[in-house]
């Protein structure tokens, strides 16, 4: 799927309930997208495969409850985003507050976020139809692509 285009159809079989629930994360690619398909404390969610930030895997990304928000936390930088919303979450403190107390505030949806449901046991993903720039929508286009690539090769050389 290129960096503007919409979602063709859907909703798409990603699997049998069952096979989601022991595998907890899975990875699939939709119309060219990839999506990430996450079961978590009973519920099914799905967001792009890649961090908006700079194009981590978040497959292995921890989740942790933050200000009341579960968030998966990108292994590549520490980015939060949450995985009800795709809102990217941060510590932060207010300076006009006496004395400053450390909250979690949130920059605005980042990553974009697919619709799940169930039906007999069979597991469907419907792609957004946000039709505006979410910057997740980066990644998965060709350049995108091409700077995951460039990153994973400088890593290796590193290793």
Not at 36 to 64: P, R, T
Not at 70 to 99: M, N, Q, V, W
Not at 109 to 114: C, E, G, N
Not at 116 to 144: A, P
Request: charged share 30%; glycine share 12%.
């Amino acid at each position: 799927m290129g960096e503007m285009e919409q979602p063709t159809g859907g909703p798409h079989f990603v699997g049998k309930k069952n096979e989601l629930i022991e595998a907890k994360r899975s990875f699939r690619t939709l119309e060219g997208r990839d999506v990430l398909i996450i079961y978590h404390q009973g519920v099914f969610y799905a967001m792009d495969s890649y961090c908006y930030h700079a194009g981590g895997m978040l497959q292995n990304g921890d989740i942790e409850d933050l200000g009341g928000k579960l968030c998966i936390i990108c292994p590549k930088h520490k980015y939060k985003i949450s995985l009800a919303e795709g809102e990217s979450i941060y510590k932060g403190t207010d300076p006009r507050e006496r004395p400053a107390v450390p909250r979690w505030y949130s920059k605005g949806v980042k990553q974009r976020i697919h619709t799940v449901t169930e039906t007999n046991g069979d597991v469907y993903v419907k792609l957004s139809e946000h039709r505006g720039w979410i910057e997740s929508d980066y990644f998965q286009g060709e350049k995108g692509k091409v700077e995951r690539e460039r990153s994973e090769a400088a890593e290796k050389t590193k290793s």
